[in-house]
């Protein structure tokens, strides 16, 4: 019997593709600073049973309807807005994502930014490398304090539980505010729900961690930043849509918040010349949360078991649409 054909569409570590090579016969898009052009991924799975895809390859309709013979598509991510779902699933086509790996590291990075926007840190660092430190001053680079503040959580999935652990070490106070109330949580964590808006007014660091969804987008927007206090930290480690970008860009031009740490844009590779950019009090990075070596290998290694449970007619570790099994 001939081997199905797998697309991985950007080199990924290798222990993921050996998993792949097992069973199928794998073609790997060859460039990692670019994802595959669309026509690329049109034409390469025009012939594939699986696809191992990014958060930058947008995997619609019209893709699966060019991939007569697609049977799984697994994401090499927790999130899994660049798929049609409910397309995937009226063809009867698994879609696959990689939770859990990566919650630990998401939260690190989450407390890390949060950190970093509070007390100024890239700021510090390029005063410090411009020669521009000349003396001690009193309020030098003066911030605002983590440790006893209150931390507002947009979302209590396994991503804002993880940071509401950490923040416990940091004697800060928790609010939440999500569309499901965990009162299982509340106990375990000791943290409070609110509605949004109490939540906004309340917290003095305030962190997303919604997935997008038509819900979600824009969650984020001017009278929301109009909400939280003037020394308000934001932190982003979700997905870009969910804040009006050029909403956050004023409130931190005209100080209505104190700071920012961005992991996510509405559009990414984020544009050079957006405003957000030019603001010092915004520390931005590229989409890096979930970034140590064990856990993009990790990633990368469950994506590859997703893909081949399916392709073996076995139950994968992490279906997003299981009621395509069960059919
Ligand atoms: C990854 C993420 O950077 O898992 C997600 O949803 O956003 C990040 O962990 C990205 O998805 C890698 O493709």
Known sequence: MSRPNVYVTRKVPEQALEILR??????????EDVPPPREVILRELAQAEGVFSL?????????????PRLKVVSNFAVGYDNIDIPAATKRGIVVTHTPDVLTETVADFTVCLMLAAARRLVEADRYTRDGKWKTWEPLLLAGQDIHHATL?????GRIGAAVARRAQGFGMRVLYYDVVRREDLERSLSIAYLSLDDVLRDSDVISVHVPLSEHTRHLMG????ALMKN???FVNTSRGPV????????ALASRRIFAAGIDVFEQEPVSPDDPLLKLDNAIVVPHIAS???????????????NLVAVLQGKRPPNPVNPEVLAK
């Open 22 to 31: 097992s069973v199928a016969s794998v073609t790997v898009w060859d460039r």
């Open 55 to 67: 958060l930058t390859d947008r995997i619609d309709a019209e893709v699966m309807a060019a991939a």
């Open 152 to 156: 507002g959580l947009i979302g209590l």
């Open 222 to 225: 001017r009278a929301q930043f």
């Open 231 to 233: 020394t308000a930290v």
């Open 243 to 250: 804040v009006d970008q050029r909403a956050l860009a004023e």
């Open 291 to 305: 970034a140590s070596i064990p856990t993009r290998i990790r990633m990368a290694t469950l994506a590859a078991e």
